[in-house]
């Protein structure tokens, strides 16, 4: 059973824009603090954006200022505004999900992001 879904990856140029999605169940949504994550081939996976226990975000410092992350609450959905793509952000993006109470982790399977001319 999948839990959390993806979507939104693709092939873009470098300096365009992507929006990702991922979709949650409600319950998954609304107990659990979500954020973005990308692995790279031949790297490791590595935190792109996410929301704080405080509720506010954080971001790698190698997408701030070009990458927004938001929510839905209606959708039960987490967004990531992916603007002045470059080439290396090209990955697999993953959507992560940590439940507030228990710490469990849940992983999307990811969308594919590449970014070429």
């Known amino acids: 059973q999948v839990q959390l879904v993806e979507s939104g990856g693709g092939l873009v140029q470098p300096g365009g824009s992507l929006r990702l999605s991922c979709a949650a169940s409600g319950s998954i949504f609304s107990s659990s603090r979500m954020g973005w994550y990308r692995q790279a081939p031949g790297k490791q996976r590595e935190l792109v954006a996410t929301f704080t226990r405080g509720g506010t975000t954080d971001y790698a410092d190698s997408v701030k200022g070009r990458f927004t992350i938001s929510r839905d609450s209606a959708k039960n959905t987490v967004y990531l505004q992916m603007n002045s793509l470059k080439p290396e952000d090209t990955a697999v993006y993953y959507c992560?999900?940590?439940?507030?109470?228990?710490?469990?982790?849940?992983w999307g399977l990811g969308t594919q992001v590449t970014v070429s001319s």
């Open positions: 992560k999900a940590v439940r507030i109470i228990s710490g469990i982790t849940i």
